[in-house]
């Protein structure tokens, strides 16, 4: 069975960055992931590995999501990525992030070698996957990419990436998701990401938003993804966190009217009537399942680490 984690927020780090490491282990993010990636210049990854390694061996992640995000398979960095990190600080890694996952086979890989050392170090919990889809052929993939492995916990959007692998042209200076709000034309990516999550049972995270000083616009891109079913948001700023932690969350009005319409089916007929009214509308099967997400997302973030 897949796990979820609370992942409203991912606060992305460069893991060769001391100062900005120390001080993500104080802010309101539910996962704190270090970068080994696109954040790392190629002379800096070994060293970028062994700050990540010892972090992770040393920090307090307090309830945070302790995620890594491994360099690309196809480059001469990833194996030794998974081997040192899992080696060296397996107990204190729930997950690794996977850019540019291009199809199942990509997962595979790194599960038959995460199983190994698991056995040969006696590792208890199994180390999580996220699964970031970033090209067209990654895309093309996701349903497959989402069903490869219990591993799996999430699908990531990578906006800039897959924007380059499609030939488009970018949007604003990082083209990290700025001026990608609104029906954008991303839109059907967002949805058949969030398709293929959902039905293996899977969390969806959106792409991070590249500006940091334009709060309008992270948020409008945090109100399209979230109401297409997305769980949370990758964040490149601290002072991006409170808004994606605010818009990912059921506000305390929603949460009680979800309670009470939860109440109220189960105390007609004992939760077997096919429909009843209530504050004039129609409650019906379906939505008692919307209510209970909406309670159970507000008791995850009132929960402890998984």
Same mark, same amino acid.
């Given at each position: 069975?897949? %796990? ?38 190629? #002379? ?12 992770? =061996? ?22 030794? +990525?998974?081997? +040192? *990190?899992?080696? #060296?600080?397996? $107990? ?17 890989? *790194?599960?038959? %070698?995460?199983? #190994? ?17 970033? $090209?067209?052929? /990654?895309?093309? =993939?996701?349903?497959? *990419? ?12 990578? %906006?800039?990436?897959?924007?380059? &692998? ?15 709000? /609104? =029906? ?36 409008? &891109? ?8 997305? +769980?949370?948001?990758?964040? *490149?700023?601290?002072? =991006?966190?409170? $808004?994606?932690? $605010? ?23 004992? /939760?077997?009537?096919? &429909? ?23 008791? #995850?973030?009132?929960? &402890?680490?998984?």
């Amino acid at each position: 069975m897949n %796990v979820i984690r609370l992942r409203r927020s991912v606060l992305s780090v460069p893991a060769n960055k001391e100062r900005m490491v120390h001080k993500a282990m104080g802010l309101n993010a539910d996962e704190i992931m270090l970068d080994l990636e696109d954040s790392v210049p190629v #002379q800096d990854k070994e060293g970028a590995r062994r700050a990540a390694i010892a972090c992770f =061996q040393e920090a307090d992640f307090g309830p945070k999501v302790r995620a890594c995000r491994i360099n690309d398979m196809q480059t001469p960095y990833a194996y030794r +990525d998974i081997i +040192d *990190i899992v080696e #060296q600080a397996g $107990t204190s890694v729930d997950v690794l992030v996977v850019p540019k996952v291009a199809g199942p086979a990509h997962v595979s890989a *790194i599960d038959l %070698v995460l199983s #190994q050392i698991e056995t040969a170090l006696n590792l208890t919990r199994k180390i999580g996957i996220e699964a970031c889809i970033e $090209t067209a052929e /990654g895309l093309s =993939q996701a349903e497959a *990419i989402a069903a490869s492995s219990d591993r799996v916990e999430a699908l990531v959007f990578g %906006v800039a990436d897959f924007t380059a &692998s499609m030939g488009a042209p970018p949007i604003g200076v990082s083209g990290h998701g700025e001026g990608e709000t /609104g =029906q954008g034309r991303w839109y059907s990516v967002l949805c058949r990401l969030a398709v293929a999550a959902k039905a293996n049972g899977l969390q969806v995270i959106d792409a991070p938003y590249g500006d940091h000083s334009d709060p309008e616009g992270l948020f409008a &891109s945090c109100r399209l993804s979230s109401g297409l079913g997305f +769980d949370g948001k990758w964040a *490149i700023h601290p002072s =991006q966190l409170e $808004t994606i932690n $605010t818009e990912f969350s059921p506000s305390p009005e929603r949460v009680e009217q979800a309670r009470r319409v939860v109440a109220a089916y189960e105390q007609a007929a004992g /939760g077997h009537s096919g &429909s009843l009214a209530m504050e004039g509308k129609m409650v019906d099967a379906a939505s008692v399942r919307l209510a209970r997400s909406v309670v159970d997302k507000w008791e #995850q973030m009132h929960g &402890s680490r998984n």
